[in-house]
């Protein structure tokens, strides 16, 4: 079973409206944390934003929010007032609980690709 | 800062040649991670050291395959013998403990 699924190949959005990507993901850890990246076209994947599954609000980030569903076990991300730059693929990430040195890696979704419309 | 810095951006080589990438963490980040990239799909984890201790390797990290990271600094990814299936992107990622990864920009293989 995939354990990080980004059901949107592709989506667009009209610039200054807010836009959800979807993620949901599947761990039958109690502790683990969810992680977004946007890759540009250029390559580099760009830390957005951190839910840890303890933490009890959701995570902001300027105008990154992250909607943490946790018994839905979905962490979607919202991007508010969307900009031309923010076109890019956004990939979905957990971190699972690490146990003797393991599990300190990332697994990701296939991504959504976002492109922004002027 | 300077960031994760990844030597070189692209590589094309002949199948069966050796090729060697090098990175970079950002400076006092203790945890380094490789992972692969494939066109249209996320990264996949390939090893991870702590300090100079290489303390995971995926099983998709087959024996063609060796990262060292020696003084616990910069780290290299050798692929010997090199297949078509490695044509991928490889990216280079730092931690400071379990603080979110930082990426490097990658370096884009190509087997011809």
């Known amino acids: 079973a995939q354990k990080i699924t980004q059901t949107q190949p592709g989506m667009f959005v009209q610039e200054k409206e807010a836009v959800t990507l979807d993620c949901t993901y599947d761990?039958?850890?109690?502790?683990?944390?969810l992680f977004w990246y946007k890759q540009p076209s250029s390559g580099e994947m760009i830390f957005l934003i951190y839910?840890?599954?303890?933490?009890?609000q959701n995570a902001t980030e300027g105008r990154y929010s992250l909607n943490f569903q946790k018994a839905r076990k979905s962490a979607n991300l919202v991007i508010s007032a969307s900009q031309l730059g923010d076109s890019a693929m956004y990939f979905c990430?957990?971190?699972?609980?690490?146990?003797?040195?393991?599990?300190?890696?990332?697994?990701f979704g296939g991504g959504t690709r976002l492109m922004v419309k002027p | 800062d300077t960031g994760v810095s990844q030597n070189p951006r692209h590589k094309i080589t002949k199948r069966g040649q050796n090729v060697t990438f090098r990175c970079d963490p950002i400076?006092?980040?203790?945890?380094l991670y490789w992972y692969r990239q494939t066109l249209g799909q996320g990264p996949e984890f390939l090893t991870y050291?702590?300090?100079?201790?290489?303390?995971?390797k995926s099983r998709l990290l087959s024996d063609r395959f060796s990262a060292e990271r020696p003084k616990g600094s910069f780290s290299t990814l050798e692929i010997q013998r090199t297949e078509q299936g490695d044509s991928a992107m490889y990216l280079c990622?730092?931690?400071?403990?379990?603080?979110?990864?930082?990426f490097g920009d990658g370096t884009r293989l190509s087997i011809l």
């Open positions: 990622a730092s931690s400071h403990m379990n603080q979110p990864q930082h």
């Open positions: 050291f702590q300090n100079e201790a290489q303390l995971e």
């Open positions: 761990t039958s850890d109690p502790s683990y944390g």
């Open positions: 990430a957990m971190r699972e609980a690490p146990t003797n040195n393991a599990g300190n890696m990332l697994t």
């Open positions: 400076s006092e980040h203790n945890r």
């Open positions: 839910q840890g599954s303890y933490d009890q």
